[in-house]
């Protein structure tokens, strides 16, 4: 088949925050081990759409180009993920690419998810040391309960399950399952346990746990495989005991 | 009247620029902090291997004195020892610091911290985070940034792009130039002192193991208004990365740490799969070639043989440039606990399950041991002295430099697991120094006339301007391309003159035809074009500075190899004759009889070299060239010696 030889890309675009979208085709040769990335990189090289119009090149967001950064999420043939890990020759085509549609578009396929790192300085995702002087060694933290730990470090703010959770929409402030596991990460270290209070007071407020649904598609999309839907369970179990607490304490 | 707060411009949110504005932060501070993209997605997040810190958990009997030598031995001694000594004194409470902020480093069965093999060293001295240490310390230093940017000391200007610093008529750095990147707006920002934290270059080769935002422009830009930059051509190529279109995706040397071992069959074109290979048909090569240090020997060593067993005896796998990185041996429960992350990449891309198969791999570009040149000051017994105003300050007064943009720490060639240690060891570091330089100041940004700061934003939007309309021909992503093609084809792991040579020529013939760039995107909203544009302009200037201190420094030296001027050490020689050959001296001649046959000789060689090459290349702007030049570099802690790793 020589349509083996090319790939066909179809891209959503829009030039800025509040104009149209539109679309645009691209063919490109086939090369070895091609992923997303690459693809648009060609595109910068010669950005001639498939009826050989010349356009401005595709803007988008990357940067480790090995899943770690979190950069380039964007939707791929109706998936979320992450572009850098596409690989072309498991794709079918043509490959659809849209930029997520839960954050305010930037660019083409650039958005803007400052939301999440706001939502990180709502829930104190952080663990309030006293200075950074030598003082000598950090607590003692069995093996297992480290493991537990790096599981949910790893997640990058992605955004994967907050486009794919039902609950969260651009005109709500339900903080949505990647910061309810960190709300988890720094209560279970032992130094960060020490603001776990305010840490669920926040949580069950507005926008907090109290707006997710369980419908657990978070869990589904997450890239790193962060066990989302056991973090809320534990962040819901925490929050009913905070509720009591509240209740016979204040 | 309130006390003056010192305020600061931080450029880059990586491990160096969110140590630095932490520290600073802690000393009541308030810190500008720039970067390209959010600083949580900074460059390195790609860290997998580890940290190291010399804390000796498991009785072999390591030191901050062993790390140290370590680390200048791994350099071929060429980098400034005072700093280094301080840093590895240093490395043990960065490290519990780290494990303070909440950083989950693998640990032992009794909770404490864990530690691994690395190259360079026969010590565990490298504590790590699963396979992702990089993006847990960098996750860390994000956090305590963020609760002082909820308190209010910290304004993130993400988004933005640092174009030059702004120097008073003195020649003071008062400020920077930034871009937003997403309205385009160029506008001036003053601050007592900027510090450079913009990570490294390796983007100058087109196809590297590192970001896309490693691209060396700020620093650049920077030798662009006088400042000197130092050791360029120390380039480290890491031995083993996967082949890729957009990236070179490293295969962490972590992997030789947890026992990977690296092999081709030693018939040629052995297209048997490996795995049906005997033992006695497969060539192990750095472990026959160097028995003590094994797969483990450092970067520069290892990446030399694999050039050597692919090229020169053509036993490349498949009779390609690649050799076999194989983990198999190991149990998949092992392997899954230690190195997860980094195989999960390895599947990920090739399709192929290294905890099975042996992984195919080669050598990347990987890594800048030069950059900005930087100062320090030595408190007189051998370590840094903390409060000087001249740590890390470039050669402009004003501007600092952090990271693995500056040059000082790795000397000619760097140890696995000591850049992560550098880059939040400057950050911190410099921190209290600063606070006194702004102390210091006779007058502040508040003092200097409005017009210095107006002038430097008004010639930027110039020249962003101009660079906008631009219409020719040429399109900027492929002169891109075409510039590292000539950097990887020519100033690499094996460098000869006439390809240096010629390397120059092609580069000011690229330099020729970015007269003629296009400017592919002319709108005003979140446009990179004119960014891109500057950007390819600086790394033109880059590989200048690369090629040109290349072709000048004629010797061998840790990353930079020139078979030319190979000292040829003798295969019995032992690294302690030298000690002894330079103890002997004081009292006279030295006679050949004195040491094993050809080894006095060896040693005079040796000595002359280090006279006149064991010193730091610094390339000065000048007339649109760099300018070489040489400085001193302090060896007076510990006698350097030819390096060995047998
Ligand atoms: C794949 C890989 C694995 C590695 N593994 C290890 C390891 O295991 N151990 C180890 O010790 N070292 C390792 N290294 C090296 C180490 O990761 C880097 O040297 C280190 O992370 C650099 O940190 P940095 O703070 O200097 O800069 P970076 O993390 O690169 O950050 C640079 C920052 O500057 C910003 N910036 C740059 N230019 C501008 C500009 N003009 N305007 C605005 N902002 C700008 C960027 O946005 C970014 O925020 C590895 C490197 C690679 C490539
Ligand atoms: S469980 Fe459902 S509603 Fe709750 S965060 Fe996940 S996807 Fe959203
Ligand atoms: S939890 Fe997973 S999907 Fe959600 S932001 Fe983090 S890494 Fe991405
Ligand atoms: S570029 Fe970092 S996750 Fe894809």
Redesign the interface.
Known sequence: MPEDKTIRLKIKRQ??PDSKAYWEEFDLPH?????V??CL?DI????VTRQEKTV??V?W???????????CTMIINGKVRQA??A?IDALPQPIVLEPLTKFPI??DL?VD?TRM?EN??KV??????D??Y??????????KQ??K??LL??C??CGCCLEACPQFTKNNNFVGASTISQVRL?NM?P??AMESEERLETIMGDGGIADCGNAQVCVEVCPKKIPLTESIAEIGRETTLQLLKNLFLK | MPKRKPQFIVIGGGLAGLAAT??LC?DKARVTLVSY??V????S??AQGGINAAIDTKGEGDSPETHFYDTVKGGDFLAHQPLVRDMCHQAP?IV??M????V?????????L?FRRFGGTLFSRTAF??A?TG??LL??LD??V??Y??DGQVQKLEWHEYLSAILDSQGVCRGAVLHDL?TGEIFSAKGDAVILATGGPAQVYGKTTG???CNGVATTAAYLQGAKYANGEFIQVHPTAI?????L?LMSESARGEGGRIWVPRKKNDDRDPLTIPESERYYFLEENHPRFGNLVPRDVASREIHDVVYNKELGVEGQPMVYLDLTHQSEEFLEHRLGGILD?YA???GDNPKKVPMKIFPAVHYSMGGIWTDYESNGSGLIDHQSPRNQMTSIQGLYAAGECDYQFHGANRLGANSLLSCIYTG?MMGPGLIQYSRNLNSHFEDVPSSVFDQARDQWQGRMQSFKQMKGPE?P??LH?ELGDILLANVLIVRENSKLEKALTQISDLEIRFKNVQC??T?H?????PSMIQQLFCQIQLAKIITQGALVRNEFRGAHYKPEYDLNQPKDFDPHEYVEYIEKKQYGEVLESEFPSGHTAYMKRYEECNEQWLKTTIAKHNNNQPEISFEEVNTSLVQPRPRKYD
């Not at chain 1, 910068?44 to 950005?47: E, I, K, L, S, T």
């Not at chain 2, 494990?99 to 909440?102: A, F, K, N, Q, S």
């Not at chain 2, 989950?104 to 404490?112: D, I, L, Q, S, V």
């Not at chain 2, 082949?243 to 990236?247: A, F, I, L, V």
Request: include cysteine; charged fraction near 25%; charge should be positive.
């Open positions: 030039d800025q090369k070895p081990r091609a992923n990335i690459s990189m910068q090289m010669n950005p401005t090149p803007v967001e990357s940067n480790c180009l090995e899943e770690v950064c979190g950069s850098c890990t690989l930037v660019r650039q998810r790192f990180l300085k104190k995702a952080w663990i309030h040391i200075g950074t030598n003082i000598g060694e950090g607590p003692v933290i069995p093996e480290r493991a730990a790096y470090s790893e990058m703010t720094f270290h130094t960060g | 932490m520290k802690e993209q959010p949580k997605r900074s460059h997040v790609c409470a519990h610091l494990d303070r902020l909440g989950a480093f693998n640990r032992t069965p009794e909770g404490h864990e985070a699963g992702t993006q847990q996750y860390a956090e305590q963020r609760r940017e909820h997403h970001s896309t935002v082949p890729g279109q957009d990236k995706r990449i990920k891309f090739t911190l399109n992503y492929v391309q592919l995107d709108t909203w979140s446009n990179p074009a």
